[in-house]
């Protein structure tokens, strides 16, 4: 195995986001018990639908969003538009030609996360593939995203949020990170521009490191990424 570097990817739902709110209401409640719509629909904001401008007044009213933090602010080639829930998460939507493109939601960095890939199976069903960045010998570093394409949705888990045994695997428990909503039609784009990060994640390495869903355990195992392979 060639010499491992630290590489973050930044897959459109892992966020770098730091929240200045935390409290006990569990991150990414707003997300997950949304009655509104059906993902990957969330507060009636439908990606590939709704404009600029309908999203902004959306936030403003939402309960769960605070209303200070709610700005405009360019997001990696697109226009995009970040605000803090209450309970600590962070939201983000990205827009290309004044209608949404995506829509992602994090945990705070340093808050809780009580959000489980249990109670996300439950609410999406089981994952289609599972994308594994994890590499054992930094599992700080690693993640596994878990890939609904033709629903639009994706999430996350990082293990940076665990320090213990179970950093390494997957079961009920395990902490979901950050959550992505898109079209499903814009998935082959999203897969081109935040999976693929030459030199260091090739086309090549990507596809290796994509598996159907097997269910929960030891990640490295079951799911073992290809980078750094030679």
Known sequence: MKKLKVTIISFIYIFVLVS????RTPALTPVISDPT???PCWANIHP?????????????????????????RPLEGFEGMIWNFKDGSDGQVRFKNGVVWSL???SPINGSVNIT???AIKKYGEPEYVFSRFVPVVPNWGAITFLYPKKGITYSYSSHVERNKYQGILRPETPITSISYFPPENYQEIYDK????????????????????????????????AYGKQ
């Open 194 to 225: 935040s999976f693929i990060n030459p030199p260091d994640w090739t086309a090549e390495i990507v596809k290796a490191s994509i598996y159907p869903w097997n269910g929960y355990g030891n990640i490295s195992e079951k799911y073992p990424t």
């Open 48 to 72: 590939g639908k709704t404009t600029e401008m309908d999203v902004e007044n959306i936030l403003r009213d939402n309960p769960s969003v605070k209303d200070d933090s709610i700005y405009k």
């Open 117 to 119: 890939l249990e109670q």
């Open 104 to 106: 992602g939601f994090a």
């Open 20 to 23: 200045a709110c935390q409290s």
């Open 37 to 39: 719509c059906e993902p």
